[in-house]
């Protein structure tokens, strides 16, 4: 327990300068990550009092053994990697996760923190700021008769400045999540700056809300202070009537253009689960609805929002449906529950788009599906 305090110790002692003084210099024997050019990269961490350092991150299947060296620095190179944004953070000794101080690139998720790196090309430079013209994003409140609510929304290039209007996608965020999550680790900005300087996306308003009724917002941006992040969500009904209420709000606050047509929800998990009840609850709403491992059968019992599903499907798609898109890893534990909803929409007859891909129930999925689904909405 001494050692393991030590090493604690040790690992903060190298953050202090970077709390008491801005940090003007910088050791290259400790710069991590480096990003080289064939797409391997090196991570660094100084521990000299450890006796076993891992490297642990979505860039390998396993955890990482990292080599000491004489100065006391931890380090280990990756393999050439594919053009991606990688999620990282390093094991002590087997006991301490902790993030890399030298790399000041963070993201949370849940209450996870974690470092990222992005490797040039294909979609690490759909993932990564380019030189376009770049969107806004507000992070505004939506109050009503129930209270107030954060949320955060794009706005692409040019909407400050002109008077046209624009489509709307509401994108939802999975349990857990809040209205920073397609943001920060979705980077739908980003994203969305990239694709529509590209054409690939027609330039479009983007809301993203906070699909946990029992707080007002994203830890520590509310009267409810710094509570600490969990596994929270609604799927009890709630938040399928507030969006509803987000919509009719954001066409009176925004350039919308206010209809069916002009309209898009979609999410991932949860929020795919949202998207999927709320589109066929209110099917005079959005013509266009993605599912990004969506959580289809999981909401709380005895919601009569939830029930008759068969009867609420056959109502939207006979009212009209531009895209209903789909998307699930083949390792995602939805997997079979997404299978056994496109089953019922095969013997239905209704059209849709599948998207399956490799991996499970993660953030480099959703990605991808963001990426496709943005690019196929508001074409016609």
């Known amino acids: 327990m001494r050692r393991y305090i030590a090493i604690l110790v040790a690992l903060v002692a190298t953050s202090l300068p970077a709390l008491s003084q801005q940090n003007l210099w910088h050791d290259d024997a400790t710069l991590s990550p480096v990003v080289h050019d064939d797409g391997r990269v090196t991570l660094r961490l100084y521990a000299p009092m450890a006796e076993s350092v891992m490297a642990v991150g979505d860039f390998a299947a396993e955890p990482v053994a990292m080599e000491r060296r004489d100065d006391g620095t931890w380090e280990v190179t990756t393999e050439p990697l594919p053009s991606e944004l990688y999620t990282y953070h390093f094991t002590v000794d087997d006991m ?3 993030c890399d101080p030298s790399n000041a690139y963070m993201m949370r998720d849940v209450g996870r923190q974690m470092n990222y790196f992005i490797v040039a090309g294909t979609r690490g430079d759909m993932y990564s ?8 994003v507000a992070r505004t409140w939506m109050t009503t008769d129930e209270g107030s609510r ?7 290039a040019g909407y400050e400045d002109g008077d046209s209007c624009y489509p709307t996608l509401y994108l939802l965020h999975g349990m857990g999540g809040d209205e920073e999550s397609w943001l920060a ?12 300087a590209q054409g690939a996306a027609e330039p479009m308003i983007v809301v993203m809300p906070n699909g946990c009724m029992q707080h007002a917002s994203a830890p520590g941006y509310s009267h409810e202070g710094m509570w600490r992040p969990y596994m929270s969500g609604s799927m009890d009904g709630s938040f399928e ?7 009719a709000w954001t066409d009176e606050h925004f350039r ?7 309209r898009a929800v979609a999410g991932l998990s949860m929020g795919g689960f949202h998207a999927m009840h709320a589109s066929k609850a209110y099917p005079a709403l959005f013509g266009y609805v993605g599912l990004f491992s969506a959580a289809i059968f999981r909401g709380e019992e005895g919601v009569a929002l939830y029930e008759d599903v068969s009867t609420r499907l056959a109502a939207q798609f006979a009212a009209g449906v531009r895209l209903y898109w789909i998307g699930i890893g083949r390792d995602d534990f939805l997997y079979e529950e997404n299978r056994t909803f ?3 929409l095969d013997a239905a007859g209704y059209e849709y788009v599948y998207y399956e891909s490799d991996g499970g129930h993660t953030w480099r999925n959703w990605r991808v599906y963001f990426v496709e689904f943005a690019g ?3 074409k016609e």
Do not use: W
């Open 96 to 98: 301490a996760n902790v």
């Open 150 to 156: 954060r949320m955060t929304i794009y706005t692409p």
């Open 342 to 344: 496109r089953a019922m």
């Open 185 to 196: 680790t979705g980077r739908v900005a980003e994203i969305m700056d990239n694709l529509i």
């Open 129 to 136: 700021a380019q030189n376009v013209a770049h969107g806004t």
């Open 376 to 378: 196929q909405i508001f």
């Open 256 to 262: 919308t253009l206010a209809c069916k047509t002009s």
């Open 241 to 247: 009537r507030h969006l509803a209420a987000v919509v």
